[in-house]
């Protein structure tokens, strides 16, 4: 069973940054699509971003720009880099590994982390 554990969510201002990460327990991590969903209260999960085993990304448009996935295999963690920050961006956000590909749906990937709570005060 793939655990995955996300960590870096907090309180910010408008306009400012946080970094999240997702570390994996799969020795074959390198092989995962990872994706980054978020959900606020009230709503349903949304994609955010995407990256493939070849580190293609792929980004909702609400955040094209201001938001970079990335990975590092030799440490088994995505990360999500969030710059610019509003407070519609507040959210529970998830990291999810699927064994295919950077899909933005959800019902496509496999595991799913716990969450970690944004909140962007204005």
């Known amino acids: 069973q793939v655990q995955l554990v996300e960590s870096g969510g907090g309180l910010v201002q408008a306009g400012g940054s946080l970094r999240l990460s997702c570390g994996c327990s799969?020795?074959?991590?390198?092989?995962?699509?990872m994706g980054w969903f978020r959900q606020a209260p009230g709503e349903e999960r949304e994609f955010v971003a995407a990256i493939s085993w070849r580190y293609f990304t792929t980004y909702a448009d609400s955040v094209k720009g201001r938001f970079t996935i990335s990975r590092d295999n030799a440490k088994n963690t995505v990360y999500l880099q969030m710059n610019s920050l509003r407070p519609e961006d507040t959210a529970v956000y998830y990291c999810?590994?699927?064994?295919?590909?950077?899909?933005?749906?959800?019902?496509?990937?496999?595991?799913w982390g716990q969450g970690t709570q944004v909140t962007v005060s204005s």
């Open positions: 999810a590994a699927d064994r295919q590909l950077a899909s933005t749906r959800a019902t496509e990937y496999d595991y």
């Open positions: 799969s020795r074959t991590f390198s092989s995962y699509a």
